[in-house]
Every structure is written in C-alpha cells, then in structure tokens.
Nanobody, 121 residues
Framework: QVQLVESGGGLVQPGGSLRLSCEASGFVLAYFAIAWFRQAPGKEREGVSCIPANSGRTVYQDSVKGRFTISRDNGKNTVYLQMDTLKPEDTAVYYC??????????????WGRGTQVTVSS
C-alpha cells in the first residue's frame, strides 16, 4: 500500500526556516519523481517544487526560488523540502505527492495528508 507521510511543519516567524519531510512506504521511492504542493486557506492547491528520481533537474515555483530547496535520500525513502527566509504568504498546508514516473510531469497520483506551515509574528 502506497503511503506518504509529511512532517516538520509548525509555526515560525517571518524570515525563519523549516524542513519538511515526506516519508514513503509501500513502494521504492528511488523509482519516482516526488513533488511538493501547498494549499492556503481559500486558495487552490499549487505546485511548489519537484525532484526527479535521479535528483537531476529540480523544479521550483517562481515565488520560492532561491528560498526553498528540495532533496531526497532514497536510502531513507524520504524527500525533504528545506524552506528558508519564510514569508507570511508561505502559510499553507504542504503536501507531498508521487509522480507516475521518474520525471516531474505535474501529474500527481498518490498524496500524503499534509503538514501545516504557519508563518507569523
């Protein structure tokens, strides 16, 4: 059974940092691209970042470029999202999702339940 579990969210002040984790089970993470999405209250879910299976060409939404870094540890079946210089507009529930293959295609199929990130003073 494919399962994704996000962790690492919380309350942080503007300018602070958080590292989110997405731990996978029930499949071999190394064979799939993994994406992070977020959904703020009253807004649609949006893509934040994606990392292909070979950790090659990573993808970032323009608003997080230079502040967020996606990485993966296939030995631990885990993908990370390091978030630095956080802004109040980054407040959202963050989800990780599998892509159907090795590349980032923006076709998420399995989802985690999400972790809340709140940026506020």
């Amino acid at each position: 059974q494919v399962q994704l579990v996000e962790s690492g969210g919380g309350l942080v002040q503007p300018g602070g940092s958080l590292r989110l984790s997405c731990e996978a089970s029930g499949f071999v993470l190394a064979y799939f691209a993994i994406a992070w999405f977020r959904q703020a209250p009253g807004k649609e879910r949006e893509g934040v970042s994606c990392i292909p299976a070979n950790s090659g060409r990573t993808v970032y939404q323009d608003s997080v470029k230079g502040r967020f870094t996606i990485s993966r540890d296939n030995g631990k079946n885990t993908v990370y999202l390091q978030m630095d210089t956080l802004k109040p507009e980054d407040t959202a529930v963050y989800y990780c999702a599998t892509e159907p293959g090795t590349d980032c295609e923006n076709k998420p199929d399995h989802w985690g339940r999400g972790t809340q990130v709140t940026v506020s003073s």
